[in-house]
């Protein structure tokens, strides 16, 4: 790929805090697709004193798009880290430091130029990094929520309170999932069906209950593929999604997105007493109850049932029918 050498120059700069004069570069594709390419680009730069310097950053490119209910999403990225939200993080839970950030001249596509974050991710991380995810982002909303920084309302890129329960609406307005669940050829056992169904049944008192809760400022893609943990502490990518949303949004995320499914019940267990220590921590805005349960099933229930109709294989099928019976034993839990 062509890299502009100022612009890199410029972010390498930023990132040694000396001024680099001249870089090579080696771009490696970390992630592809019609939406956003991420590249990690290394090699060795030179200062203006004559020292090298090898280093790795991660180049972002988004292009526009549209999510449904959500146009913004696709710039907010760009619009969050040209705002004072890096100031609200921590050492032990924050964001990737952007070193440059450019959006083009229509508006229609945005460059992030990044710190490589490495450590331990994805269905690497263990019961104990589950856990202190959790206590972590309990800790960030509590105090958010407590301290209320004048800068969260300056923010005007953020996806809505509203954004979960039209999600949810969305995806049980198709009719090959809600039919599905009610036919004689639905092959879930019927708890399961029940499950769902009594979602359906029970949403508006459901919603009602959260609704209930106070406005926390949510990452809403808080998965395992998104966390970093690295000495004590946790790394989050891909903030295109967040805004004001509810507790245990996120959680719901961390346990039932592609989890691991053997432990959800372990790491509920597990995580929503550390999410309400961190929180309590600052805020005794939380009730004893928690929804987080409900959350799961709001987010991913017929998300599941949608990837069990059209999944590639039996092992595919059978991980979405997996994870909805792993959420249905978790009621007792």
Not at 97 to 109: P, R
Not at 198 to 216: C, K, N, T, W, Y
């Amino acid at each position: 790929m062509n890299i502009q050498t100022q612009t890199l120059t410029h972010a390498l700069s930023q990132l040694f805090k000396t001024k680099i004069v001249s870089a090579d570069s080696e771009a490696l594709s970390l992630q592809g697709g019609t939406v956003a390419n991420v590249y990690l680009v290394s090699g060795n730069a030179e200062s203006a004193g004559g020292e090298s310097f090898p280093y790795r950053i991660v180049l972002k490119i988004q292009k526009k798009w549209e999510r449904y209910s959500d146009p913004g999403s696709w710039r907010r990225e760009y619009d969050l880290y040209s705002s004072e939200l890096g100031a609200t993080f921590t050492d032990t839970f924050r964001w990737p430091v952007c070193y440059h950030a450019e959006l083009n001249d229509d508006e229609t596509e945005f460059q992030l130029w990044l710190e490589y974050v490495s450590g331990v991710s994805g269905l690497d991380l263990t019961g104990d990094m589950y856990e202190q995810a959790s206590l972590e982002l309990g800790r960030y909303q509590g105090k958010l929520l407590a301290e209320q920084p004048a800068l969260l309302q300056s923010l005007t890129n953020l996806s809505q309170p509203d954004f979960m329960k039209n999600d949810y609406l969305h995806y049980r307005s198709w009719p090959a999932v809600y039919n599905y669940l009610r036919s004689e050829a639905c092959e879930f056992p019927q708890h399961v069906r029940d499950m769902l169904i009594g979602l359906d049944e029970h949403a508006e008192e459901i919603f009602s209950r959260i609704e209930q809760l106070p406005l926390v400022l949510c990452h809403r893609d808080f998965w395992v593929t998104n966390l970093f943990y690295a000495d004590g502490t946790i790394r989050l990518l891909d903030w295109d999604t967040s805004g004001w949303g509810y507790p245990g949004e996120d959680l719901a995320s961390l346990l039932a997105d592609e989890a691991d499914i053997e432990h959800m019940a372990e790491y509920y267990k597990r995580c929503i007493p550390a999410y309400y220590k961190g929180f309590s921590e600052y805020s005794d805005a939380l009730p004893a109850a928690h929804c987080v349960h409900e959350m799961m099933l709001i987010k991913f229930g017929y998300r599941l049932v949608d990837g069990y109709l059209h999944a590639e294989g039996a092992e595919a099928k059978s991980q979405n029918l997996h994870t909805l019976q792993k959420i249905y034993e978790m009621k007792s839990v």
